[in-house]
């Protein structure tokens, strides 16, 4: 009987690759196999009362997609010890996890990262172009990215995947080493004009983990999906893909973009041919 039911769950793992799925990711990730996902990249809320339409960072109101669930902070840990243990569960021991987070509860991350008996491999920094103004503190213009796995001597890393062993910078210096710091500086995207959701992560840094942390064809998994973004961007690097999302108006924005073969929904040619060359540059 338990080997039939495991068979059936197996089954229906293989069915959803390269689909996404609406829904509350932690009920959904109970239902896939053990050991299934080759690369997790994830950018789960941050419990900040995040105001998803503010101003300030530089958009129309009228094109972000509304519905953003936050999380309350004093569920925080909860939640991220609940989501967290059953990524651990189905990531394979070859695997690897990119987490992102801000600092008001990075704390609570690391407490569920040891709690699920995972290996930190890097503490990385995304350093970014902006920061929302301060008056009384210094501005924050960097997210945190924890690199984590279950078996670091059995992950998956290509260390010469974006620039040769010899290969130099434009300074003299070594441009794998350069590439291989801790500290991201990539540039938000700035969508003008276009629907969006209100966070997603640059199709830049999502490149650069999947050229490190997977092979062609790899099984790439984000439980926070939101626009699509890891979803779309593994699919154009050739990697297989799935993805949850909790908020039905993201869903569907996110299974658009990826009927549709479109970066940004409302893009012309010239803005697709500069994306697709961007990432494959």
């Known amino acids: 009987m338990q080997k039939t039911k495991q068979t059936k769950t197996m089954n229906k793992h293989f069915q959803l690759i390269n689909t996404i799925q609406h829904g509350d990711c932690i009920n959904l990730m109970q239902e896939m196999p053990d ?30 997609l509304t519905g953003y669930k936050e999380i309350k902070g004093s569920d925080y840990q909860f939640f991220t010890s609940d989501w967290l243990s059953q990524a651990t569960r189905v990531l394979k021991n070859s695997g690897s996890m990119y987490i992102f987070s801000g600092w008001n509860h990075l704390k609570e991350l690391l407490i569920a990262i040891d709690e699920c008996n995972l ?119 050739n990697r297989n893909y799935m993805g949850f999302e909790i908020v039905r108006g993201y869903y569907e924005f996110a299974l658009e973009r990826l009927n549709s073969g479109n970066y940004r929904l409302n893009e012309t040619e010239e803005d697709a041919d500069k994306i697709i060359t961007s990432l494959f540059d």
């Open 119 to 237: 290996t930190t491999v890097n503490h990385l920094i995304w350093k970014y172009q902006f920061g929302v103004t301060t008056k009384r503190k210094y501005v924050t213009s960097h997210y945190h990215c924890l690199f984590v796995c279950k078996d670091d001597r059995k992950r998956y890393f290509q260390p010469y995947c974006r620039f040769s062993k010899h290969e130099r910078t434009s300074n003299g210096g070594s441009a794998h080493y350069k590439d291989k710091e801790d500290v991201w500086e990539i540039k938000r995207e700035y969508w003008h004009g276009d629907r969006k959701t209100p966070t997603k992560l640059p199709a830049e840094i999502i490149k650069k983990i999947l050229d490190y942390s997977s092979k062609e064809e790899d099984l790439v998994f984000d439980p926070f999906l939101g626009s699509g973004q890891v979803a779309v961007v593994s699919k154009m690097n």
């Open 35 to 64: 050991e299934c996902v080759d690369l997790i990249i994830t950018d789960p809320p941050f419990a900040i009362d995040f105001k998803a339409k503010k101003h300030n960072y530089n958009r129309k109101q009228s094109k972000v």
